[in-house]
């Protein structure tokens, strides 16, 4: 209690001009005083982390003692043998200093000050610490051990030090440090320096330490892995500040999973929160790499962050800054041993979604019997002596195959009902037969012929009427000849050569099919298009200003809100670092998801609530939307409140360019239906301008 009475009268009668008195939840200490500057500050950290002047104080705030007329008001102890020492009567905080000895532990017949704020060992042996050494000082802000033989700190040494706000341990020979270590609360650490250790591994919690803090040196130690000794997880996203990790022996990045991390948090710790140094690492920027270069950009726009991250591996991308390498060239290479064929370059490609085996040249009389135990094999075999096109277990996990310029004179009839195989390219071989079942290749999936000769029958008629249609729907002018006696037709005409009988409907058939042709038409028309009837007839209402009977709109805390599936990386690229950004800028305000949750609350009362204070809507429609729960109640909301109110307006974005026939929800399909959507396709250029007019319009 003397001690709380001593500091409050220091403070209350020091003048600061230009600080503050810093209090805030973020550390337990009332010693610190803060810059008025940090008040000011709305930029860097503002919009993203949140709480910017958290973070300049973090940085900035300085103890009372080191203010003013107050650095008189403490005293250095520069220990001796004999344990005397001299201060003057206006000393109300002491700094023991004892450096460049021998010591090997830490002197317990010194510990008695209580107005103790800073100790300086540092160039000494101590080889241990322990909480005990330190409990004496209450009030002990800065602790200085570097360059000692410390090897192992126990998460017991520093929670009774809640006012410990710097301390640095760097260049010892620390292997081990305790799990929890630096997180305990309450607590006050903003600056913790581990630089120049022999450390090979981090526990997470000792990094992402989930409160407000600084600098965290870990640089120049041995580390090569993050550890979850706790089986820790990330519930809530909190705190935040620099971490510096560069120059040790991290080749590859953690499972996110392992070290207690969803996709989704982990976006926020990167991006928003936490910016990690990880320069002067030997990274292998392979396709396990692939995910973190996006978050890595999006973190830049934020942090001071990815300068000085380089690849070493693979030989190709050596010295070139992670950031800057195209996203195709994140492979990993397939071994043999993984059943990549002899002679062939096997890899994985992520940002295609693929699996390349490419065998192209390499001298095969047949298709190989094994391939990777992957999906979405995308298998090169042209330019070889292949003759026969089999059906094998393995093209069920293919997306394309390019047997083009080979000797092939047999298909195989069952490869064209597999539906995972899109694209077939058998042109430049031998055929001269085709099989009925190429007519199951369809909706999206193609195959590419070229130009074949094949014997002319009348059997072989549906051939024209197909070929026609796959060069119309391909853009592409592959051409079947038939031959005859002394000629060659075009399948074209080969319908012309045949004589068949065309039978006609009887007149009571045509008018059974036409009163049901009817009927089905009302039912449809009733069940099915209700919706787009809804749609329309709003459309009437707004056009005419026919909104009598609409509520008086209440005021929104957001412009629009974001509608989109999470789980997909390319999708939530986009939106977060495309679209938000560029409504933001014009002036939006846009509510977020991912970003503006809190990610520890209730998440339906979230959606309700926040989709309740938006006035517009964006909905970014993908194969797998509405497949949660969470999104089919977010859709819902977005509907309820579209509906209740009139001058709300939902805006469809088809990033997947889904058909409508593909959409199981009527109020999705009925907007595809009247065209009431956007298509990400984007040809003219013109889509990020078209979603502002949209929203222009009803602002």
Not at 198 to 215: A, E, P, Q, R
């Amino acid at each position: 209690m003397e001690i709380c009475v001593l500091l409050v009268l220091v403070i209350s009668k020091t003048s600061n001009a230009g600080y503050f008195k810093w209090i805030t939840k973020a550390v337990s200490t009332q010693n610190l005083m803060c810059p008025l500057s940090c008040k000011e500050i709305t930029g860097l950290y503002g919009h993203f982390g949140g709480a910017p002047d958290i973070k300049c104080c973090a940085y900035r705030s300085r103890p009372i003692w080191l203010i003013g007329k107050s650095t008189s008001s403490i005293c250095e102890l520069y220990l001796k043998n004999s344990g005397t020492y001299h201060c003057s009567k206006n000393t109300i905080f002491y700094k023991i200093i004892h450096t460049n000895t021998y010591m090997t532990s830490i002197p317990k017949r010194l510990l008695h000050s209580n107005q103790t704020v800073e100790i300086d060992f540092k160039f000494n042996k101590i080889e241990n610490i322990t909480g005990s050494d330190f409990e004496c000082f209450p009030l002990l802000d800065t602790l200085d051990l570097s360059f000692n033989k410390i090897s192992k700190l126990e998460n017991t040494t520093f929670f009774k030090l809640k006012n410990l706000r710097r301390l640095d341990l760097s260049r010892n020979v620390i292997q081990y440090i305790e799990p929890r270590t630096f997180s305990y609360r309450p607590g006050s650490l903003l600056f913790i320096n581990l630089r120049g250790n022999i450390l090979i591994s981090v526990d997470v919690t000792n990094v992402f330490v989930g409160y407000w803090f600084s600098k965290l040196y870990f640089d120049f130690n041995r580390i090569s892995k993050f550890t979850n000794q706790l089986h820790w997880k990330m519930e809530n996203v909190s705190g935040g500040g620099d971490i510096f990790m560069g120059h040790n022996n991290m080749s590859h990045l953690p499972n996110i999973s392992d070290i207690g991390f969803t996709r989704r948090s982990i976006v926020k710790i990167i991006s928003f929160k936490y910016s990690l140094r990880l320069g002067g690492n030997p990274w292998f920027c392979d396709c396990k790499f692939a995910w973190f270069v996006p978050l890595l950009k999006l973190a830049r726009k934020n942090f001071d962050v990815g300068g000085r991250m380089v690849c070493k591996y693979p030989i190709s991308l050596r010295e070139t800054l992670a950031v800057c390498v195209p996203e195709d060239l994140f492979v990993c290479n397939i071994s043999v041993e993984q059943k990549c064929p002899l002679s062939c370059n096997c890899f994985e490609q992520p940002s295609k979604k693929r699996v390349v085996v490419n065998c192209s040249h390499s001298r095969k009389y047949k298709i190989p019997s094994a391939f990777p135990q992957k999906a979405n094999l995308d298998i090169d075999l042209s330019h070889n002596f292949i003759m026969i096109f089999e059906n094998r277990a393995y093209l069920n996990r293919t997306v394309a195959i390019n047997l083009s310029f080979n000797k092939i004179k047999v298909l195989d009839p069952l490869v064209f009902s597999i539906q995972t195989l899109k694209i077939i390219n058998v042109e430049n071989n031998q055929i001269t037969d085709i099989h009925r079942n190429i007519q199951l290749v369809q909706n999206g999936r193609k195959i590419v012929i070229g130009n074949i000769t094949i014997e002319c029958s009348c059997r072989k008629k549906w051939i024209a009427n197909w070929l026609e249609n796959q060069n119309r729907l391909l853009v592409r002018h592959d051409r079947i000849v038939c031959r005859q006696i002394n000629e060659e037709l075009i399948t074209f005409y080969m319908t012309d050569n045949c004589i068949f009988r065309k039978k006609y409907l009887a007149y009571e058939q045509y008018l059974i099919l036409g009163s049901f042709l009817i009927v089905l038409i009302a039912t449809l028309t009733r069940l099915i298009f209700k919706y787009e009837i809804y749609l329309l007839f709003r459309k009437f209402r707004h056009k005419f200003k026919l909104n009598v009977i609409n509520p008086v709109e209440q005021s929104s805390t957001f412009d629009i809100y974001i509608s989109f599936s999470e789980d997909k990386e390319d999708i939530s690229k986009w939106v977060i670092g495309v679209l938000t950004t560029h409504l933001e800028t014009i002036g939006f305000k846009v509510c977020l998801p991912p970003r503006d949750f809190d990610l520890g609350g209730v998440h339906v009362d979230q959606i309700m609530n926040y989709t309740a204070s938006s006035k517009n809507y964006v909905v970014v429609l993908s194969d797998d939307y509405l497949k949660t729960q969470y999104q089919v109640i977010e859709w819902g909301h977005i509907w309820n409140k579209y509906k209740r109110n009139i001058n709300s307006n939902i805006l469809v974005i088809n990033y997947d360019m889904l058909h409508s026939k593909n959409i199981k929800d009527q109020r999705l399909k009925a907007f595809l239906r009247l065209q009431y959507s956007i298509d990400f396709s984007n040809f003219d250029k013109k889509l990020l301008k078209k979603i502002e007019n949209e929203f222009r319009c009803k602002r």
